[in-house]
């Protein structure tokens, strides 16, 4: 399909270009909101939202969307790994933003992420995406140190005219390369968002609790889980259990990757 613009098109997406590459235009949530807002309409969208780490936390700005997705991310989020990955207790929800990362930075059409029957199945959908109005979903992202940039725009309808055909991520892949560059350069003025403790005995990484950080430093110290159970005054299952919380928090299929994960610290 051939993109045909208008003049006024053009103009408009060129003032886009520039605002997302303006200095230190992403620590101004105004600012973000207001492009925000210009990209959803030259799309033909009926509202959007825009996700990204702001240090410690997940910063949020919504147009037209209700506060069920905030909320629900407040509950199910757990941390951001050295990767800038973010780690979400929801498995649908981890899933699908493990297939986004590995698609890289880019436009995703919710088609080429997911199967539209497993989207209305997850508890994220039915929770917080139609609730707050975000039934079919065009989202742009990037990765960064600090966790994922995501500008998502919400259809009512898969018949809504910027929804269907080519037209809505070509325009905004015209808008990418801004995008990209404008969040890289605010990520590299940030630190990332899940660091290794500088001692064993520090602070659990974000993602884990302080049980779990305990259980985790002495799976990678080598020990079973019968004696983990003894040291800690605890069940095996309970053992295990933590164990299989752990991996899926991280992002992991096995302990061996816990020692690369945690960092040389965790076993000091």
């Known amino acids: 399909m051939t993109l045909k613009l208008t003049q006024d098109t053009l103009a408009e997406i060129t003032r886009l270009q520039d605002a997302l590459l303006s200095p230190n235009i992403v620590a101004n949530t105004s600012r973000v909101e207001a492009i925000l807002v210009a990209i959803r309409r030259l799309i033909g969208a009926q509202r959007s939202f825009a996700f990204y780490q702001d240090g410690a936390r997940p910063a949020f700005i919504a147009d037209g969307v209700g506060p069920q997705i905030m909320a629900y991310v407040e509950r199910v989020f757990i ?147 019968p004696q983990i159970a003894q040291e800690l005054g605890i069940s095996r299952n309970t053992v295990r259990r933590h164990s299989e919380a752990i991996l899926s928090r991280l992002g992991l299929h096995s302990r061996s990757g816990l020692a690369a994960r945690l960092g040389s610290a965790a076993t000091k």
């Open 79 to 225: 941390g951001v790994d050295r990767d800038g990955n973010y780690l979400m207790t929801d498995k649908a929800l981890q899933d699908i933003n493990q297939r986004r990362r590995q698609m890289g930075a880019g436009v995703h059409h919710e088609a080429r992420l997911q199967n539209r029957a497993l989207i209305e199945e997850a508890a994220y959908f039915r929770e917080a995406f139609v609730p707050a109005g975000m039934v079919h979903v065009i989202g742009m992202s990037t990765p960064l140190p600090v966790g994922e940039a995501v500008f998502a725009f919400g259809f009512a309808s898969a018949e809504d005219k910027g929804f269907t055909g080519e037209r809505s991520v070509q325009l905004l892949s015209l808008l990418l390369p801004a995008f990209k560059a404008g969040f890289a350069r605010f990520g590299a003025a940030c630190e990332p968002g899940l660091q290794p403790p500088p001692r064993s005995d520090g602070p659990a990484p974000a993602a884990l609790t302080k049980r779990q950080y305990q259980v985790a430093r002495m799976i990678v110290a080598g020990m079973t889980d």
